[in-house]
């Protein structure tokens, strides 16, 4: 048996018991919803973080976390056997770093700038560089990488997963490679930063501009490497 029209449902407008409309509810529950939170969140513990903040390395997912300082510091042991990897703010320039034409040809990277991590996943250094799409990574010749680091031997300073190495090869505008080390966040920063401007086949005179700025901050942040293992005590050039 079915009810007859109009029982069991209150005809449109009609109020409750306290007088208050339906639709009258709504409002008022929308009215006093709590706002969303506006600004980044930490993504290991949900609170809230500045624009400027640190990051963590999933060594899992091989990806990068936003995160707060408290959750950031409890991933600083290098030492530990842990998923996560709070990333370093350690800037250095090696002054006396040594790559010719010929070996930056054997590292088979198709553009002149690359970045260099060691991927304790794969147990080998991996190579990125950017392109239209972000970070592109190259089938890096191991031995070829070798002869670098065993030119090189204060490149073994680099902490694995969460630093690396950023290298612009020889060129027409310079005689020799410029090498950095650097947070390995910093170097997805800038791949981001030219995807962006990135116009044309060659990235284009934007793409180029956002290159000579992100140089000019690492080069005011970087401290020569002097006094590490394998390092140049005098920094020349030789």
């Not at 999933?58 to 959750?71: G, K, V």
């Not at 680099?158 to 310079?174: K, M, N, Q, S, V």
Request: hydrophobic share 40%.
């Amino acid at each position: 048996m079915t009810a007859p029209s109009g029982i069991g449902r209150p005809p449109a407008g009609s109020t409750g018991s306290s007088g208050e409309s339906a639709l009258a509810v709504l409002r008022r529950i929308a009215a006093t919803r709590p706002a969303d939170v506006a600004g980044e969140r930490c993504e290991m513990c949900a609170g809230p973080i500045p624009d400027a903040h640190q990051h963590v390395v999933d060594l899992e997912s091989r990806s990068l976390l936003c995160a707060c300082r408290p959750c950031y510091l409890l991933f600083t042991d290098s030492t530990a056997t842990l998923r996560y990897r709070s990333v370093p703010d350690r800037y250095l320039l090696f002054e006396s770093f040594e790559l010719g034409q010929a070996q930056w040809d054997d590292l088979e990277i198709p553009v002149a700038l690359a970045f260099f991590f060691f991927n304790s996943a794969l147990g080998r250094t991996a190579a990125f560089y950017p392109s239209p799409a972000g970070a592109t990574e190259s089938e890096l010749p191991l031995s070829a990488w070798a002869a670098v680091e065993a030119a090189n031997p204060v490149l073994t300073v680099l902490a694995p997963d969460t630093e690396a190495l950023l290298i612009r090869a020889p060129g027409p505008d310079r005689a020799r490679a410029d090498c950095h080390l650097l947070p390995v966040d910093a170097c997805y920063e800038l791949v981001g930063r030219l995807r962006r401007a990135w116009k044309g086949f060659d990235g284009g005179q934007e793409s180029r501009q956002e290159l000579a700025a992100f140089f000019d901050r690492i080069g005011a942040r970087s401290r020569p490497a002097r006094g590490l293992p394998g390092a140049d005590p005098e920094g020349s050039h030789g």
